[in-house]
């Protein structure tokens, strides 16, 4: 494994304009809060690739890659999951007036890298932490698993009482 970084020094690489490198780095990840559960990143770092290039202007422009996996209930059988999570976040900083162009991550040139991880991989969940992708879920009625209760599972349903009284008219 490489050195763990939580923060890296841009400008110690002192690179020229247009010149981009890149690193392997181990980044520190933290356990996450997602639909009021508690995910725990395994392995807790990640190997991360970050590609960086100085931008004309004194800028950086930041790429940042690792792929990671959480561990915590499925959202909809509550099973254990372990989703897969691949990273892919990008970047810039570039110094000057206008607001948008400056990275939370950067200040100075020291880049959080422990941060901007954290919230990439924030960003980059699905809207549903699943033990699988076709997870079937709990019964709505009896709260089984229906990835294990069988096909034939089911409940008689009350009928509507708008439809008993239908039921009772003859037809002619
Ligand atoms: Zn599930
Ligand atoms: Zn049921």
Redesign the pocket.
């Known amino acids: 494994m490489p050195a763990r970084t939580d923060s890296f020094d841009l400008g110690r690489l002192r690179l020229t304009s247009g010149e981009g490198r890149r690193l392997v780095l181990e980044v520190a990840l933290d356990p996450l809060q997602f639909g009021g559960e508690t995910y725990v990143v395994t392995p807790a770092a990640a190997e991360a690739t970050l590609d960086l290039s100085r931008t004309t202007h004194n800028g950086y422009a930041l790429r940042l890659r690792f792929d990671t996996t959480l561990q915590g209930p499925c959202m909809r059988c509550l099973d254990p999951a372990r989703p897969a999570i691949s990273v892919d976040a990008r970047e810039v900083d570039q110094p000057g007036d206008v607001e948008e162009l400056r990275s939370p991550y950067v200040d100075e040139e020291l880049l959080d890298l422990h941060a901007w991880a954290r919230d990439a991989l924030a960003l980059a969940l699905p809207a549903q932490l699943l033990c699988r992708e076709d997870c079937a879920g709990l019964?709505p009625?009896?709260?089984?698993d229906l990835n294990t209760?069988g096909p034939q599972?089911?409940?008689e349903r009350a009928p509507d009482p708008r439809w008993a009284k239908l039921s009772e008219l003859k037809l002619d």
């Open positions: 019964c009625v009896c709260g089984a209760a599972h089911g409940h």
